[in-house]
């Protein structure tokens, strides 16, 4: 079993960064491609960005592209996700996820993580 806990969420104003943290435990996390998907009101959860587990391979939806960065640290079990030049359209619940050790596929969609965190809340003042 893996216990996948996000933080880092809050209010903040256009154009602000934030930089959310996702803390694994339960079994190895170096072998476990990691995501960041959000949902926000109304709308269908989408993703973010994602990191393979093997080679440091980083993916990113076209609206995050350049603004957000995906970053992993094996030693201490943590995914973070620093989110730049925020925009009101960002708003949303972030959830971080985890695949099942050692996947090799598709990483942009969520059939891919098997494990999912609770979601921290991000919301972006205009």
């Known amino acids: 079993q893996v216990q996948l806990a996000e933080s880092g969420g809050g209010l903040v104003q256009a154009g602000d960064s934030l930089t959310l943290s996702c803390a694994a435990t339960?079994?190895?996390?170096?072998?476990?491609?990691m995501g960041w998907f959000r949902q926000a009101p109304g709308k269908e959860r989408e993703f973010v960005a994602a990191?393979?587990?093997?080679?440091?391979?980083?993916l990113y939806a076209d609206s995050v592209k350049g603004r957000f960065t995906i970053s992993r640290d094996n030693a201490k079990n943590t995914v973070a996700l620093q989110m730049n030049s925020l925009k009101p359209e960002d708003t949303a619940v972030y959830y971080c996820a985890a695949a099942a050790a050692t996947w090799a596929g598709v990483l942009t969609s969520e059939v891919a993580y098997t494990y999912w965190g609770q979601g921290t809340q991000v919301t972006v003042s205009s």
């Open positions: 990191i393979r587990w093997s080679g440091g391979m980083t």
């Open positions: 339960g079994r190895i996390f170096s072998s476990s491609s």
